[in-house]
Antibody, heavy 125, light 107 residues
Framework: QITLKESGPTLVRPTQTLTLTCSIS??????????VGWIRQPPGKALEWLALIHWNDDKRYRPSLKSRLTITMDAFTNQVVLTMTNMDPVDTATYYCAHRLRDTSGWYHDAFHVWGQGTMVTVSS | EIVMTQSPATLSVSPGERATLSCRAT??????LAWYQHKPGQAPRLLIY???TRATGIPARFSGSGSGTEFTLTISSLQSEDFAVYYC?????????FGQGTKVDIK
């Protein structure tokens, strides 16, 4: 059974750096095709795709946030980490990590079929 | 980036009725489109991928259609548990992008 769980601070001060950890189980980050993404949802707003890291360490970012985001993975500790620098109140959101879909034929799609529970991050002084 | 536009923003439907949700892309995404259901306090739930393939465990009353730039999610007979916000997401190009959502509420 694939599970993901986000952890990190609930409150961050403006200009600080946010570090979120996604702890995974039920799959290996080093398996060909595997990918883990980060998505956020500000209160009352839509889902927003942030970043994705693949098993081969290929990394993709939302261009508007690319200068502030870093996604890394550690296949030994089964964790994916997202850092976001220079936090602002507009970054207040629930942050989710999610596993990209592997269909019954074995093909991977960048649709997310297993999500973590989400972690709410508030940016405030 | 590809912008996904969903319509309507809110859809009021009676239980047992059919709901039709639309999603439009600013450029072709082929069939690289997913639909999610999202309820307050829960993680989003994948319903459809590949524009028309139901994810594991998704009831047959959910169906997806379309390709290119125009897509539809149909819920054939709304159940009480289906009242939620629905998002489309393209995964044809980087960055992956979501629509702004359609809220399906009780009429």
């Amino acid at each position: 059974q694939i599970t993901l769980k986000e952890s990190g601070p609930t409150l961050v001060r403006p200009t600080q750096t946010l570090t979120l950890t996604c702890s995974i189980s039920g799959f290996s980050l080093s398996t060909s095709g595997v990918g883990v993404g980060w998505i956020r949802q500000p209160p009352g707003k839509a889902l927003e795709w942030l970043a994705l890291i693949h098993w081969n360490d290929d990394k993709r970012y939302r261009p508007s946030l690319k200068s502030r985001l870093t996604i890394t993975m550690d296949a030994f500790t089964n964790q994916v980490v997202l850092t976001m620098t220079n936090m602002d109140p507009v970054d207040t959101a629930t942050y989710y990590c999610a596993h990209r879909l592997r269909d019954t034929s074995g093909w991977y799609h960048d649709a997310f079929h297993v999500w973590g529970q989400g972690t709410m991050v508030t940016v405030s002084s | 980036e590809i912008v996904m536009t969903q319509s309507p923003a809110t859809l009021s439907v009676s239980p047992g009725e059919r709901a039709t949700l639309s999603c439009r892309a600013t450029q072709s995404v082929s069939s690289n489109l997913a639909w999610y259901q999202h309820k307050p306090g829960q993680a989003p739930r994948l319903l459809i991928y590949g524009a028309s393939t139901r994810a594991t465990g998704i009831p047959a009353r959910f169906s997806g259609s379309g390709s290119g730039t125009e897509f539809t999610l149909t819920i054939s007979s709304l159940q009480s548990e289906d009242f939620a916000v629905y998002y489309c997401q393209q995964y044809s190009d980087w960055p992956r992008t979501f629509g702004q959502g359609t809220k399906v509420d009780i009429k």
